[in-house]
């Protein structure tokens, strides 16, 4: 039960924080994979991360989830092209891929939601991209679309809540107690989490 987190320069920190540590406390092992396994990456917030893992070593079948995240990167040129092209052969494998923030526009760059339900930042963004889903855009925290997710760089927790229902981690009562508890700071969903 391995998921992969996609890790580049000026990769946004914040957006994947619950939805990897609620996937590792739940069982499942996170690795890094970034443009190659020997060059660490800084996030925005200034750390310094080493891949685990180099992009064209990473196989669909030997993982259950992608995860692409915000980076100042997916707009300022192609740096970023290839994981793009990595999470098409994984839906074309059937392997899940969640992206939030401006991976979503790397994705609407590769043709990945012109025929998917998806969100993003804001419509205006993702059509700045010159993709054709538009009308498939949802305004939502979050959306997933069979085995695509997809959520906005304000939506980390909505974000989590998406993967972690598709990856089983939680269900039903206990994936909306994790919810209400994270996201809306409801105390009583606390002992709903923990019984």
């Given amino acids: 039960m391995t998921v992969h ?7 946004a920190d914040w957006e994947t924080g619950h939805a990897t540590a609620w996937l590792a406390r739940t069982g499942h092992t996170v690795r890094t994979v970034g443009p190659d396994a020997t060059t660490a990456v800084t996030t925005i917030g200034g750390l310094r991360v080493q ?14 989830l992608l ?17 793009a092209r990595k999470a098409r052969e994984f839906l074309d494998a059937g392997v899940p ?7 979503t526009a790397g994705l609407a760059r590769e043709g990945l939601l012109d025929d998917r339900k998806h969100t993003s930042a804001v419509s205006f963004y993702l059509a700045a991209t010159g993709y054709k ?13 069979g085995d695509l997710i997809t959520a906005g760089p304000t939506e980390p927790v909505a ?7 598709k990856l089983g981690s939680f269900e039903g009562k206990k994936l909306d107690a994790w919810y209400r508890l994270f996201h809306d ?8 989490l923990e019984s």
């Fill in 5 to 11: 987190l996609a890790v580049y320069d000026t990769f």
């Fill in 51 to 64: 891949p685990e893992l180099a992009l064209d070593d990473l196989k669909p079948e030997d993982s259950e």
């Fill in 67 to 83: 995860i692409l995240t915000g980076a100042d990167l997916w707009d300022s040129g192609d740096d970023l092209a290839p994981f």
């Fill in 97 to 103: 891929v969640a992206a939030i923030c401006g991976a």
């Fill in 133 to 145: 889903g538009g009308e498939q855009y949802v305004e939502a925290d979050a959306v997933t679309d």
């Fill in 159 to 165: 974000f989590a809540r998406e993967v972690l229902g």
């Fill in 185 to 192: 700071s409801d105390p009583t969903a606390y002992e709903e």
